[in-house]
């Protein structure tokens, strides 16, 4: 399995609700991520987790809470969101050893924040 | 930090022409270079990449050209198709596992 998979593809949410985005890959990566990405943007960095526990985080607001429960899952966790939060949210994974970086992305999550 | 400038920010040509696409970066201890292609609705997918210790790395149609010394790094492409066309992003490894991608690059092909 060479696929990092993402649910869901879309979410439209409240700015009062709380809900989660899944990332999951069967590579035997030890690195995953989540970036943002705005429309017409470059993806821009928010977490990194290495062999489960958070190495980078990019001053990302409290209101996105990361979680890893184990080398293969990665969660976002949402609450509280902006409008200005809706953006298109990209799992990304890498073997995460020596000095090997090719992350391989998932299709994403298009978010919308009402 | 690393900063990643990409030239153009959009480029038409036509099918079976080639087609280049450049960036440069500002740390000189950077040693990892990834070109990303974005179709519409889609995940940037990773299609060819290069090492601080290689100049030059071709797959096919595509290939990628290193200058440590200018601190730029090219990607080209050539006998362009249809399906080609997409966004590229280039990206500088900054430290062990962060990525700085360049701004992007709209690539029409046009039949």
């Known amino acids: 399995d060479t696929e990092v998979t993402q649910t869901p593809k879309h979410l439209v949410m409240g700015m009062t609700n709380k809900k989660s985005l899944k990332c999951e890959q069967h590579m035997g990566h030890r690195a995953m991520y989540w970036y943002k990405q705005k429309a017409k943007k470059p993806p821009e960095l928010m977490f990194v987790?290495?062999?489960?526990?958070?190495?980078i985080n990019e001053s990302v607001p409290s209101r996105f809470s990361p979680e890893c429960p184990n080398s293969s899952l990665l969660n976002l966790h949402l609450h509280a969101l902006q409008p200005e939060d809706s953006a298109l949210y990209l799992c990304?994974?890498?073997?995460?050893?020596?000095?090997?970086?090719?992350?391989?992305f998932g299709p994403g999550t298009r978010l919308t924040v009402l | 930090g690393e900063n990643v400038e990409q030239h153009p920010s959009t480029l038409s040509v036509q099918e079976g022409d080639s087609a280049v696409i450049k960036c440069t970066y500002s740390?000189?201890?950077?040693?990892?270079f990834p070109w990303y292609k974005q179709e519409l609705g889609k995940g940037p997918q990773l299609i060819i990449d290069?090492?601080?210790?290689?100049g030059e790395k071709k797959d096919q149609r595509i290939a990628v050209t290193l200058n440590k010394t200018a601190k730029h790094f090219s990607l080209h492409i050539t006998e362009t198709q249809p399906e080609d066309s997409a966004v590229y992003f280039c990206?500088?490894?900054?430290?062990?596992?962060?990525?700085?991608f360049g701004t992007g690059t709209r690539l029409l092909v046009s039949p």
């Open positions: 990304a994974s890498s073997p995460g050893q020596g000095s090997h970086n090719e992350q391989f």
């Open positions: 740390d000189s201890a950077s040693n990892y």
């Open positions: 290069i090492r601080s210790n290689v």
């Open positions: 987790y290495s062999y489960e526990k958070l190495s």
């Open positions: 990206a500088v490894q900054s430290g062990f596992q962060k990525l700085v």
